[in-house]
Every structure is written in structure tokens, then in C-alpha cells.
């Protein structure tokens, strides 16, 4: 009895956009790191900063991975624009 197991592999632009994409939320998790580690939230982004520009410079394309922030960015201000608005939350801070 044969077993076949059929892998389906991604194309390497698109494993190379996901590492690029995650550094941006590694980057928002090392400043949550620090936050909780007692640094002020301007201590605890510069850090994270450190990190983050570390593996954008690591990128293959870093004009690439500088419009994927902006754009991540953008649907991230308009998802929480239209929550605040729904759910009548306003100024929040983790």
C-alpha cells in the first residue's frame, strides 16, 4: 500500500510577501512585548522600531514592503474607523 500525499507549494513571491507582510505585525508584538516589560509606549515602539527595520532592510524589495505597510496600514485605520462608529467605542488604547 502506497501512500501519496499531495503538497500544495506556494510560489516563492508569495511565501516572500508573507514574511515581508509579518514583519509588520512582529513589529506591533515586540512593542506589546516591551509595553508589558514596563517601558513607556515611546520606549517600547522605538524598540519594537529596531526590530522592524532590521527585517524590512532584510526584504528583497524594501520599496515593496514600505507600500505594503502603508497599505496595511490604511485598512487598519478604516477598520477601526467604521467599529468606532458602529460600536460607539472611541479613543482606545491597549
Not at 509588520?24 to 515586540?30: A, F, H
Not at 514600505?66 to 488604547?93: P, V, W
Request: aromatic letters at 8%; proline letters at 2%; a positive charge.
Amino acid at each position: 500500500m502506497n501512500l501519496v500525499i499531495k503538497m500544495k507549494i506556494k510560489p516563492i513571491d508569495e511565501i516572500v510577501e508573507n514574511y515581508d507582510v509579518s514583519a509588520g505585525l512582529g513589529t506591533w508584538k515586540m512593542m506589546q512585548h516591551w509595553k508589558k516589560k514596563g517601558f513607556s509606549e515611546d520606549d517600547a515602539v522605538d524598540k519594537a522600531l529596531s526590530y522592524g527595520i532590521k527585517r524590512a532592510i532584510m526584504s528583497r524589495n524594501p520599496q515593496q514592503i514600505m507600500a505594503y505597510f502603508r497599505d496595511i496600514a490604511s485598512c487598519y485605520e478604516a477598520l477601526a474607523n467604521i467599529l468606532e462608529k458602529q460600536l460607539g467605542i472611541t479613543n482606545t488604547k491597549i
